[in-house]
């Protein structure tokens, strides 16, 4: 099963619509397997994947993106595996170019909860996604949690989506609170922006 690298150099900018981010999440959610993540994990994993020490572009397709759909062949037709490899190039290129240049136009795909008059948001699925991104090459992004700047930009996103049995009681204790989550939630937007601008002076 074959898919295209990921190669910026020749891709268009060409976000997904919203009908298009609903097509490939309701795709997943009828991928038969728990293993398949959700739109919002994607969006979180899909970051992970761009902010490695390991560039994408080394990476084959197949290799970085079948663990969206949790492995396997959950496709029903070619022409359905090519809209979605080209779904997952469409939205990665467009987070790197919105990243770089156009960082009004980057909205992570968070959950929303309303309580009231108050929006609260809750990046745990992203969170998640991220880290399961993280676990694809875990050497390479060990340093970065050591590093002082890169490591309190991957705090919030640690905290949120890692494994909550390796937190210490007081921090399992805080993200039973939804306000608590919610502020967390609203750190990772600028510890992503943040990991970008380290990554692009590094190369």
């Known amino acids: 099963m074959d898919f295209p690298q990921y190669q910026p150099d020749k891709a268009d900018y060409l976000p997904l619509t919203d009908d298009e981010l609903q097509d490939l999440d309701d795709w997943l959610s009828d991928v ?15 970051s992970a994947m761009l902010l490695s ?25 070619g022409k359905q595996r090519k809209r979605i490899g080209l779904w997952l190039l469409r939205h990665v290129h467009s987070l790197a170019v919105q990243w770089g240049s156009k960082q009004q136009e980057w909205e992570p795909i968070f959950s929303v909860a ?37 490591a309190a930009a991957l705090a919030p996103i640690a905290l949120l989506g890692g494994d909550e049995s390796q937190l210490s009681a007081e921090d399992q204790e805080k993200l039973t609170d939804l306000h608590w989550r919610d502020a967390l939630s609203r750190e990772v937007p600028e510890g992503v922006l943040t990991l970008w601008t380290l990554r692009e002076q590094a190369d």
């Not at 293993?35 to 994993?45: K, R």
């Not at 020490?53 to 084959?60: A, C, F, I, N, Y």
């Not at 745990?124 to 875990?138: A, R």
């Open 53 to 77: 020490p390991s560039p994408l572009t080394d990476k084959p397709g197949v290799e970085w993106m079948s663990p969206i759909w949790g492995g396997g062949d959950p496709f029903q037709s």
């Open 114 to 150: 309303e309580e009231g008059e108050q929006q609260l948001v809750d990046a745990e699925d992203w969170c998640t996604g991220f880290m399961i991104g993280v676990d694809q090459d875990g050497d390479a992004w060990s340093p970065l949690f050591e590093h002082v700047k890169t």
């Open 32 to 46: 038969p397997t728990d293993s398949a993540m959700n739109i919002e994990a994607l969006d979180g994993y899909l």
